[in-house]
């Protein structure tokens, strides 16, 4: 097996507080009730709930982890409208208006966040970049052509480029300018801050486990009942079923590995290639050095065993192309990715009045995520917004492309495949130390996972969102669910959602 170096951790979340807000305790806030809960302490949850707190609201932010530690926590955190290659196919498959208004609701997310940096001097890292999507092979050049001469007909700042800061040569690439990074959990717990109180809080550690639509809403956590007027669902993938929201996109994982560079080999702006073995990469300030994030090896969850050579390649990556020694980091992260590349932002269904949700961010969750919030804080106050049916979580079209269909196909297949994969083996004593394995016992299907003092860690297999049976992921030590992207620690705790519920113990 290709080992790895790195603190499994994501730089973001090691470098900033772990936690600075309490627990929902309903005895100690009894009939709690206010204007708006949000289920989710992410980008689009927080940026919906800065929004109505400053439009006189009171909000209750719910954070199953701590703020800004879930999917936003481990991003490469371009703020960007820039989204590899997306303007081409977008006017293909929704024609030039639609395209047109995603790429203004995506600067326009830019903006959002540069005025609250300089309005609320945030200290998180900002700073305003160009960004480029690169091919290295002619072989790629007309699709960085057809990118570009759609984003400048849209009117965005576009150009083709040659020559870039990147310490090798390309062929080409589609420029962005004036676009900008940041250090993303800096940014939502400042925001955390200036939304806590006067009738607003923050709650961390705190799962929701139900929510029932009323006057008020009603939302149950594991501590107690808290009563809204509206609820936003900013869970990733939401966390009610409802909305059938699940089959709308698939889960995509993707690996990031980061380390300290030399100044002068450092690039100057965020990158993304094209193609198989694309790299995503940028600087971010580090103490008073640079550290340089990598990212890439991206696959739906599910469809690769050793994830751990992901990392292997993108360090490998890292000491052909900058000359890094050795990586400080390395983590993962996984998005839901729509399948006709729009997001779902709206009611969560047809006969919801007063509960919302966001999602399908699709990798690009730094712009579209605060485009959400800002969309949502707006639905809340029954404001028109003019992006508003371009992202309708209604919409009936995210099925009619071949590409979804094969999307669904495939996750359909884990449905037949996962009650034949594996679980061939009958016995605890088939796994080996520091393995996760999927076993039959008495019937029953179990994942195991032996640690490094021999002790075994036995949970039900099957995932309690839907049923399907979970993955090992041999990197993370995790077991990843392949049909909706939950994923749970050895003793079965739930590392991300939609799952609401921890898998059984065995
Ligand atoms: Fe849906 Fe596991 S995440 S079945």
């Not at 049916?389 to 999307?407: A, H, M, N, Q």
């Not at 992921?473 to 995790?478: G, L, P, R």
């Given at each position: 097996?290709?080992?790895?170096?790195?603190?499994?951790?994501?730089?973001?979340?090691?470098?900033?507080?772990?936690?600075?807000?309490?627990?929902?305790?309903?005895?100690?806030?009894?009939?709690?009730?206010?204007?708006?809960?949000?289920?989710?302490?992410?980008?689009?949850?927080?940026?919906?709930?800065?929004?109505?707190?400053?439009?006189?609201?009171?909000?209750?932010?719910?954070?199953?982890?701590?703020?800004?530690?879930?999917?936003?926590?481990?991003?490469?955190?371009?703020?960007?409208?820039?989204?590899?290659?997306?303007?081409?196919?977008?006017?293909?498959?929704?024609?030039?208006?639609?395209?047109?208004?995603?790429?203004?609701?995506?600067?326009?997310?830019?903006?959002?966040?540069?005025?609250?940096?300089?309005?609320?001097?945030?200290?998180?890292?900002?700073?305003?970049?160009?960004?480029?999507?690169?091919?290295?092979?002619?072989?790629?050049?007309?699709?960085?052509?057809?990118?570009?001469?759609?984003?400048?007909?849209?009117?965005?700042?576009?150009?083709?480029?040659?020559?870039?800061?990147?310490?090798?040569?390309?062929?080409?690439?589609?420029?962005?300018?004036?676009?900008?990074?940041?250090?993303?959990?800096?940014?939502?717990?400042?925001?955390?801050?200036?939304?806590?109180?006067?009738?607003?809080?923050?709650?961390?550690?705190?799962?929701?486990?139900?929510?029932?639509?009323?006057?008020?809403?009603?939302?149950?956590?594991?501590?107690?009942?808290?009563?809204?007027?509206?609820?936003?669902?900013?869970?990733?993938?939401?966390?009610?079923?409802?909305?059938?929201?699940?089959?709308?996109?698939?889960?995509?994982?993707?690996?990031?590995?980061?380390?300290?560079?030399?100044?002068?080999?450092?690039?100057?702006?965020?990158?993304?290639?094209?193609?198989?073995?694309?790299?995503?990469?940028?600087?971010?300030?580090?103490?008073?050095?640079?550290?340089?994030?990598?990212?890439?090896?991206?696959?739906?969850?599910g469809t690769?065993e050793?994830?751990?050579?992901?990392?292997?390649?993108?360090?490998?990556?890292?000491?052909?192309?900058?000359?890094?020694?050795?990586?400080?980091?390395?983590?993962?992260?996984?998005?839901?990715?729509?399948?006709?590349?729009?997001?779902?932002?709206?009611?969560?269904?047809?006969?919801?009045?007063?509960?919302?949700?966001?999602?399908?961010?699709?990798?690009?969750?730094?712009?579209?995520?605060?485009?959400?919030?800002?969309?949502?804080?707006?639905?809340?106050?029954?404001?028109?917004?003019?992006?508003?049916?371009?992202?309708?979580?209604?919409?009936?079209?995210?099925?009619?492309?071949?590409?979804?269909?094969?999307?669904n196909l495939d996750v359909g297949k884990h449905w037949v495949g996962d009650r034949l994969k594996g679980l061939t083996e009958h016995?605890?004593?088939?796994?080996?130390?520091?393995?996760?394995k999927l076993l039959t016992i008495d019937g029953k299907k179990v994942a195991?996972?032996?640690?490094?003092?021999?002790?075994?860690?036995?949970?039900s297999a099957t995932c309690p969102h839907l049923g399907c049976i979970v993955n090992w992921?041999?990197?993370?030590?995790?077991w990843d669910c392949p049909c909706h992207?939950?994923?749970?620690?050895?003793?079965?705790?739930?590392?991300?959602?939609?799952?609401?519920?921890?898998l059984e113990?065995a």
């Open positions: 097996m290709t080992s790895v170096t790195g603190k499994p951790v994501s730089y973001w979340i090691d470098s900033t507080p772990q936690g600075e807000f309490p627990t929902f305790q309903a005895d100690l806030l009894p009939d709690l009730r206010v204007d708006v809960a949000i289920v989710g302490g992410g980008i689009a949850g927080m940026t919906a709930a800065m929004l109505l707190k400053q439009a006189g609201k009171t909000v209750a932010v719910i954070e199953a982890d701590t703020i800004g530690a879930g999917v936003t926590g481990k991003t490469t955190a371009k703020i960007t409208s820039l989204h590899q290659l997306v303007y081409a196919s977008l006017i293909k498959e929704h024609g030039e208006e639609k395209a047109r208004l995603y790429g203004e609701s995506n600067q326009a997310a830019i903006e959002q966040v540069s005025l609250w940096v300089r309005s609320e001097e945030i200290d998180c890292d900002f700073s305003r970049r160009s960004t480029y999507t690169f091919a290295e092979s002619s072989g790629q050049l007309d699709k960085i052509k057809d990118e570009v001469e759609a984003a400048q007909r849209l009117g965005l700042p576009a150009s083709f480029v040659t020559e870039t800061s990147l310490p090798f040569p390309i062929a080409g690439a589609v420029k962005f300018d004036n676009q900008a990074q940041f250090h993303p959990r800096k940014y939502l717990q400042h925001l955390a801050r200036l939304i806590s109180g006067a009738g607003s809080y923050i709650f961390e550690h705190t799962r929701v486990t139900g929510l029932e639509e009323g006057a008020p809403c009603k939302i149950v956590t594991e501590r107690g009942v808290l009563w809204a007027q509206d609820v936003l669902i900013t869970t990733n993938l939401p966390i009610s079923d409802e909305g059938l929201f699940f089959a709308k996109g698939y889960p995509q994982r993707s690996y990031i590995v980061a380390a300290e560079v030399d100044p002068s080999q450092a690039p100057e702006g965020m990158y993304i290639g094209v193609g198989e073995g694309y790299r995503s990469l940028r600087t971010t300030p580090y103490g008073d050095r640079l550290l340089l994030m990598i990212g890439g090896e991206g696959h739906k969850v690769v050793d994830t751990e050579s992901r990392f292997a390649k993108l360090e490998e990556y890292g000491r052909d192309r900058f000359g890094i020694e050795s990586f400080a980091y390395r983590w993962s992260n996984q998005d839901i990715v729509s399948f006709d590349k729009l997001p779902y932002v709206g009611r969560l269904t047809p006969m919801h009045e007063h509960t919302f949700v966001a999602t399908g961010f699709s990798l690009w969750g730094m712009s579209n995520g605060t485009l959400a919030g800002m969309l949502l804080a707006d639905a809340v106050q029954g404001k028109d917004n003019p992006w508003e049916s371009l992202y309708d979580s209604l919409r009936v079209t995210p099925f009619l492309s071949g590409t979804s269909i094969k999307e016995s605890l004593n088939d796994v080996a130390i520091g393995e996760g195991a996972y032996r640690d490094e003092q021999s002790q075994i860690h036995a949970v992921n041999n990197a993370e030590k995790s992207g939950s994923r749970f620690g050895c003793d079965g705790e739930i590392l991300q959602g939609p799952a609401i519920q921890p113990q």
